[in-house]
């Protein structure tokens, strides 16, 4: 969905219709209560209002990881950590070295981000001939990147911050964490208590999706009802349905059943799988069309930023996984699985170089005119750049799927 959204946004952007596609997302998009209003272009809902459930989404997977996942283990997360570690700074690096007291030197952050997304669909496309370590591993990569992309938004893009709004936020943010504690259970109090927070962030001047990872990480992982209430509930709702009982109190002991069903389940479980579908197919598909459209030529890959980026994504990614992984194995902090092979930890580093979403998000926020149209084209070519090489890295080294063995033969 991803490709096919980019594909048709740069169709659209080098057409003749390329005026209106760009004149549809400045739109001006105005909500309002009485005296207050906020009146947006659509492309800005889209990528401080629709991404923030974005955001919100990579809070949950974030949490879930640190909680549930290889990052809650410090010598099993060592080498994800390491790698993205080196992952982002040898890009950032490699970016600041060539643009160096220009003015895009603001976009240090862009070629720092991995997509996950697409480089989940990278490995299910090889299926099971990749290793259950490697699959982890560069899942657990990716999911430290977005914490040090989060960072980066959250640190390196703010100009000015209102401390008053600022300060509301995180008095909601506080009323959140009460209510939690207190038990409070409805979807609907938080939903709109995430309204007030995005809103009071989105004025303080901090980017309006932080509110969305704030609260994601702030949504508890752990289930409320323990498996053997679960199972002693059906098994008092099984009596009810064999006995006369069950007429009368049929409405009663639903709701009961409905109640433990749901409370067996996390919250952060079932945002989870609710927003998963919403986010992968409709917000980022969205998000891709309102800011992959740019007028598209060859000349534009000579652009000191297009160079740039594509240098960070391309060479910095793999360099600074590679390198900063074998120096934690060197030096004992982290244990590299012995099913993974340098040349496939050199394979995901190409596959991180995929940086797509984050990237064109934060070139949003570093760049604009000329130099983001550059940023833009470099992350595009790059990203496509870094998939076929992390593919073809994989391809070669992996071992073979089993149906692609020759057959067995009997002497």
Known sequence: MLAVATVIALILANSPWADAYAAFWKTPVSFGVGSLEMSHSLKHWINDGLMGIFFFVMGLEVKRELVLGELRDLRRAALPIAAALG??????????????GEPAARGWGIPMATDIAFVVGCLALLGSRVPASLRVLLVSLAIADDIGAILVIAIG????????????????????????????????????????VWLEFHESGIHATIAGVILGLMTPA???????????????????????????????????????MRESISPLERLEAALHPWVSFGIMPVFALANAGVAFDLDALRDPVAASVGLGLVVGKPLGIVSFSAAAVALGLAQRPKEISWSLILAAGCLAGIGFTMSLFISGLALDGPALDAAKIGVLVASAVSGALGMALLAWRLPKAVSDQPPMTQD
């Open 87 to 100: 992952g982002m700074i040898v890009p950032a690096g490699l970016y600041l070295a060539t643009q160096a």
């Open 157 to 196: 893009y703010t100009d000015r911050i209102d401390l008053f709004a600022l300060g509301l936020a995180i008095a909601v943010i506080a009323t959140v964490r009460v209510l939690a504690l207190a038990g409070v259970r409805s979807v609907g109090v938080y939903v709109f208590l995430g309204g007030i």
């Open 222 to 260: 752990r289930e409320w009802v323990s498996a053997s209430l679960l199972h002693d509930t059906l098994d008092r709702a099984g009596a009810f349905l064999r006995g006369s009982g069950w007429t009368q109190a049929r409405m009663q002991v639903a709701r009961q059943v409905e109640t433990t």
